[in-house]
């Protein structure tokens, strides 16, 4: 009887922790909101928007055939070889607010993460800078530790913020929160205005882009959005929000901004046909697997589409912050790496937080390999 009474007593505890950890995740504004009224309207005018939701250019699937979600929770939580750094990483703390305002440059903050400055503007793609990419910060994926981590808090104010979908690893509720009163304008794919205006975000700051939308978003930054091949959502519902890559056009230089995207050659090379090449090319590389080999791409993949987009150099990001996938943390840029030497393609391996002079040479070091 006793062993019973006891035997009750746990399953009463973990069903009231289960629901009281259901509740805690469904209180949390940061899910944020699907697309409602004129929004909504505007969504369904989409050429890219059918049968409910948006869908890629080509036949896109989210796991491979005979795959199974459960086979893949399985092995995500197996603990795996070298799938995050054994010690913080060796990172470079740079005075962003010091950051000469007249001088091109980039900082890259790991992952999708990092900091333009070019004609005078700041300019801060896919920020998150919380401890987790999760909507809770009481559990999910944690970032790396990192010698000299970064925060909102060390940002200089903001002109533009450009958010390439929805994903919790690239648009961050807490760092939203705090860039509110830093930042200008908002910059994003259709539909995704609807989870910042929900966050605080006056309607009159956010712009939203289908593709190949363009626009001058600030004096002399032309911003055209580009297809990529992914997914978005932030909760059960999926597609209800338009995911997409930009090209940025200011100051004398074209770049282009990857966001996340499988591989399609035929989208990469008509990006490339349009806008004839590109100084820069930040491509994903990294939270890739042949489970799901429709929605983000192989690292030798992330080499051919700089290829294809004609760009004159690429910088692989995407990998560096977050263990997302089942591959060891640095596999992503040494493969990348070694494809890029084969194909003669110029490559930049920037640290996490180095400054990179867009006008000079850029860095190529192989840091990673001395991490632990």
């Given at each position: 009887m006793r062993i019973l009474r006891k035997v009750i007593t746990i399953l009463l505890a973990s069903v009231f922790g289960l629901a009281l950890l259901t509740y805690l995740f469904m209180q949390q504004k940061s899910f944020g909101k699907?697309?409602?009224?004129?929004?909504?309207?505007?969504?369904?005018?989409s050429p890219h928007y059918r049968d409910g939701g948006f869908q890629n250019l080509t036949k896109t699937v989210m796991m491979a055939e005979g795959v199974s979600y459960f086979q893949i929770m399985r092995e995500m939580f197996s603990e795996?070889?070298?799938?995050?750094?054994?010690?913080?990483l060796h990172t470079v703390k740079t005075d962003l607010k010091a950051l000469p305002a007249d001088r091109a440059s980039l900082v890259w903050f790991g992952h999708s993460s990092y900091l333009l400055t070019l004609g005078g503007k700041r300019i801060l793609i896919d920020p998150v800078f919380s401890k987790r990419s999760s909507p809770v910060q009481f559990a999910g994926v944690k970032a790396y530790d990192m010698t000299t981590p970064y925060?909102?808090?060390?940002?200089?104010?903001i002109d533009m913020v450009i958010i390439t979908h929805d994903h919790y690893d690239h648009l961050d509720y807490g760092s939203i929160q705090k860039l509110?009163?830093?930042?200008?304008?908002?910059?994003t794919a259709l539909g995704v205005g609807s989870h910042l205006e929900h966050w605080g975000i006056a309607a009159d700051r956010i712009h939203e882009f289908d593709w190949w939308d363009g626009a001058e978003i600030l004096p002399g930054f032309k911003l055209t959005a580009t297809?990529?091949?992914h997914f978005s959502g932030r909760g059960l519902t999926r597609n209800q929000t338009l995911w997409t890559s930009f090209v940025l056009q200011a100051a004398g230089y074209t770049l282009y901004l990857g966001g996340d995207s499988g591989y399609d050659a035929a989208a990469f090379q008509k990006i490339g046909e349009v806008f004839g090449s590109f100084d820069l090319a930040l491509l994903e590389c990294g939270q890739y697997n042949e489970k799901?080999?429709?929605?983000?791409?192989?690292?030798?993949?992330?080499?051919?589409?700089?290829?294809d987009l004609n760009a004159k150099v690429l910088m692989p990001v995407h990998w560096g912050k977050f263990t997302l996938a089942l591959h060891p943390w640095r596999e992503p840029i040494r493969r990348a790496g070694k494809r890029a030497q084969e194909l003669g393609v110029k490559i930049t391996t920037p640290r996490i937080g180095e400054v990179v002079?867009?006008?000079?040479?850029?860095?190529?070091?192989?840091?990673f390999d001395k991490e632990q």
């Open positions: 699907l697309p409602s009224g004129k929004r909504l309207e505007r969504i369904k005018q795996g070889i070298d799938r995050t750094p054994a010690a913080p925060a909102v808090d060390d940002f200089p104010d509110k009163t830093k930042a200008g304008v908002f910059v297809p990529a091949r799901w080999p429709d929605i983000h791409m192989q690292p030798e993949q992330t080499v051919q589409a700089s290829k002079n867009l006008d000079n040479d850029l860095p190529v070091e192989n840091w």
